[in-house]
């Protein structure tokens, strides 16, 4: 049986660690040809060598940065969308720089990026762009999470705009929409809260289920959004939260 990917290629950003790794390593597993690509180039590195993948820097913040890359990769069939950065604090003790961080690489990187990889796979007659959002968006406000949520649902709102503007083109675009999910960013949260173990609790009580996601649960959702088995939905949001918004 050919893999679930076999014959198309990939674009993952965020690919160094967490659940852009992980996804890249699943694309490459159902047999797409990955480019994986991060701004941490000494962790993606970890990925060199593995069957399938390539690894490139690319600083989605960056317009040169992805035009360079686009100038190696072409036209993908799927687009992983993952780069994000989660702020932390209420609306009024967040500063205008976590705000501006996080609008500038969790939204306007969505800018760059569309505006880039949309008109050439448009030329090569369509694709699956899958996007990065959160549970913590217009879907639940989360505490302490003012600016992070505020930009994952103006993710869902650009996945909804471009997934009707392209819909002609065979552009499909979903929004991955994960409550918590055991990763590198998440560890650094825990550490930095003070207190480990009762941060820890706290975020696995948040899931019904108990527990927090693997990055793999995730790219198993990913891999079913860039392959044709989804080729029936486009411009939604599809939730993997261990039932935290049950
Ligand atoms: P992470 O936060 O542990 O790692 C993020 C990666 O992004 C790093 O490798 C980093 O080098 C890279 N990066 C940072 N700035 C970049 C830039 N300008 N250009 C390219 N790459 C850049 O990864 P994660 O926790 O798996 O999160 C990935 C995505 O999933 C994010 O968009 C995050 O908001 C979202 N998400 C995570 C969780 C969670 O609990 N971990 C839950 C919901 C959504």
């Not at 989605?60 to 969308?81: M, R």
């Not at 609306?91 to 990889?117: C, G, P, Q």
């Not at 994952?152 to 392209?166: C, F, L, M, Q």
């Amino acid at each position: 049986m050919p893999g679930r990917l076999a014959g198309k290629t990939a674009v993952v950003t965020a690919a160094a660690q967490g659940i852009g790794e992980a996804t890249a390593r699943a694309f490459a597993a159902e047999e797409a040809q990955v480019w994986a690509t991060d701004i941490n180039t000494k962790k993606l590195s970890t990925l060199d060598n593995t069957h399938g993948i390539i690894t490139r820097s690319c600083d989605v913040t960056d317009p040169k940065s992805i035009t360079a890359l686009i100038a190696e990769t072409g036209a993908p069939d799927i687009l992983f969308n993952c780069a994000g950065y989660v702020a932390i604090g209420t609306i009024l003790d967040s500063t205008e720089e976590d705000w501006d961080f996080s609008f500038n690489l969790n939204v306007k990187s969505l800018f760059w990026m569309l505006r880039a990889y949309i008109p050439p796979m448009i030329a090569n007659g369509g694709g699956s762009i899958v996007n990065m959002a959160s549970l913590s968006s217009h879907l639940l406000g989360v505490p302490d999470r003012a600016a992070y949520t505020a930009t994952k649902a103006a993710v869902i709102g650009i996945t909804k705009s471009v997934a009707k503007d392209y819909l002609s083109d065979g552009i499909r675009v979903n929004a991955i929409a994960p409550a918590t999910v055991e990763t590198p960013s998440l560890e650094e949260r825990i550490k930095a809260s003070g207190n480990a173990e009762a941060a820890r609790a706290a975020f696995i009580a948040r899931q019904p289920m108990g527990r927090v996601g693997t990055p793999e649960e995730i790219a198993h959702l990913a891999v079913y959004l860039a392959s044709d088995e989804s080729s029936y939905t486009t411009g939604q949001v599809h939730v993997i939260d261990g039932a935290m918004s049950l």
